[in-house]
């Protein structure tokens, strides 16, 4: 197949550089993150960790108790995925083989951190070698650590994974991005119900709305119970109901 | 489903290169992927008589980060490490093989990798991923930094694909 040697239009159709050295295909993935219309965050305090999702039910036909983009990957650690659902699915599906086969050839579970940097470097090879496209979806994980306790980290299409203090992904991830600084600004080191308020508050903020208990998905860890676990929808209307107090 | 870590595997699919020969003689790939070398943090190595230094520049976009979860610099074995300026996850996937091709030498030879054999065949990968089919060129440029069993001070960059060793290598956002 002869091309004549430049990247002849192709650097937008598969992972190869553009002339100014950029992947056209990656920065589309991240586009394709907000095709889903949803946002997420994550927080992180002192000791504990929750991500908090929107819980949009496509239609009225659907099955409501079958529609979550939370998900559980091991004992201590989940995550929440914000963008196609198909492409989440696969990566979370990934991320708990991963884990369990991390669990068989070592004997102790797959800590959060290297969960993460695992997909993160499968994603990688998405972008560099050209027979899988990216992933058009963003990973944030979070979970309990027996050495470093509640940790909250985050994946995307390019490959490129770090740990957060707070974090968000979706449609509405700058605004949310800029409320969590000024949060983060004044208070790093939040208790557990602190990390809670401030993700709803955010989530909260940057859609301009407030939450019936249904539309929201939050789920925690924590030096407390480091079980990654949801939050039942009593324990979020609690939480609802403490926030419009305070305010 | 399973996934090969097999990279002519892989490339089967795809049985041409991606980076090819421009009218003109150049392979523009490897230029793009320079590019984007470019745009990264800058880093420096100096090396003296009593041994190297590598600095790279770590700046977070926000406080949101966690840096203390952002390694630029990795060790490779004991007696050597590299950073890098680029793409963040390609340097990744490199220091996995680096680490994996010192402990490969150490099983074959029972002692500890020399830096200009590690370099060698790093930058031997790098070339393979500008000439075999269906994948790109790396982001990235590495320097490498170590000390050999003679306690030579040992220092290289690879380059644009190329090796270069050096006394002083500064290397800047520029270039």
């Known amino acids: 197949m002869s091309r004549g040697g430049s990247s002849a239009g192709f650097d937008r159709s598969i992972t190869i550089f553009s002339p100014e050295g950029r992947l056209y295909q990656v920065e589309y993935a991240f586009k394709a993150i907000n095709q889903s219309g949803l946002t997420s965050i994550g927080v992180r305090g002192k000791d504990s960790a929750c991500v908090i999702t929107q819980r949009k039910i496509p239609d009225k036909l659907v099955d409501e108790e079958t529609v979550s983009h939370i998900y559980r990957v091991t004992k201590h650690a989940g995550c929440v995925m914000t963008g196609m659902i198909a492409d989440s699915d696969m990566q979370v599906s990934r991320a708990r083989y991963e884990a369990a086969d991390y669990k068989y050839h070592y004997g102790y579970e797959m800590p959060p951190d290297m969960i993460s940097k695992r997909l993160a470097d499968i994603g990688q090879s998405y972008t560099q070698i050209a027979h899988m496209r990216p992933l058009g979806c963003c990973l944030i994980m979070i979970g309990w650590d027996e050495e470093k306790g509640a940790q909250l980290y985050r994946v995307d299409p390019a490959g490129f994974f770090c740990g957060f203090r707070a974090c968000s992904a979706g449609t509405k991830q700058t605004e949310s991005n800029n409320y969590l600084e000024k949060k983060i600004k004044k208070n790093s080191m939040m208790n557990e119900s602190e990390v809670i308020q401030t993700a709803i508050a955010a989530l909260s903020s940057v859609l301009a709305a407030d939450f019936k208990p249904s539309e929201v998905e939050i789920a925690l860890v924590s030096d407390r119970d480091p079980v990654f676990r949801k939050l039942t929808e009593t324990e979020i209307d609690e939480q609802l109901n403490i926030l419009s107090e305070r305010d | ?175």
């Open chain 2, 1 to 175: 489903y399973y996934i090969t870590n097999n990279l002519s595997a892989m490339s089967e699919r795809y049985s041409f290169s991606l980076t090819t020969f421009s009218p003109s003689g150049k392979l523009v790939q490897i230029e793009y992927a320079i590019a984007a070398v470019a745009a990264g943090a800058p880093s420096i190595g100096i090396k003296s008589k009593t041994g190297v230094v590598l600095a790279a520049e770590k700046k977070t976009k926000s406080i949101l980060y966690d840096d203390t979860t952002i390694t630029k610099m990795e060790m490779i074995t004991k007696h050597c490490g590299m950073t890098y300026s680029g793409m963040g996850p390609d340097f990744r996937l490199l220091v996995r093989k680096a680490r994996k091709i010192a402990q490969q030498y150490y099983l074959q030879f029972d002692e500890e990798i020399p830096v200009s054999q590690l370099v060698q065949r790093l930058a031997n990968v790098m070339q393979e991923y500008t000439h075999s089919g269906g994948v790109r060129p790396f982001g990235v440029s590495l320097l490498v930094a170590g000390l050999t069993r003679t306690h030579h001070i040992s220092y290289s960059a690879i380059l644009r694909g190329r090796i270069s060793l050096g006394k002083l290598l500064q290397w800047e956002r520029t270039m």
